[in-house]
């Protein structure tokens, strides 16, 4: 086993799942209102590996981790589409209105 002292460099990546009680929705069905889910401190995520609750601050970074590859992951979609047809005219700049700008015909 290697020794290992203070803080990692990175922050691991947690596997997360939908919680179970509350399939995700972070609340659950009382008897005339929602109530917050107790299984996963109404966040809605618990870990996948053992179904339990994250602390708060894990929580925090776990899931600004996925907001982030998920945004990398949406800009380069949009790399790799070439857009064709009507929708390309909205974002390539035709030069054919007033003072140079884009003219859409709308």
């Given at each position: ?31 005339f209102h929602d109530l ?22 894990v929580l925090v970074t ?40 884009n003219y859409t015909g709308?």
């Open positions: 086993m290697k020794k290992i002292h203070g803080p990692a460099f990175c922050a691991a990546r947690i596997e997360l799942a939908r919680c179970s009680a509350c399939r995700g929705r972070a609340v659950v069905q009382g008897v917050p889910c107790e299984q996963c401190k109404a966040s809605g995520w618990v870990s996948g590996e053992t179904g339990e609750a994250l602390p708060q601050d776990q899931l600004s981790l996925r907001l982030q590859a998920a945004g990398e992951q949406i800009e380069q979609l949009k790399r790799s589409v070439p857009m064709n047809g009507p929708a390309a005219q909205y974002t390539q700049n035709n030069r054919r209105g007033a003072g140079g700008t709308d």
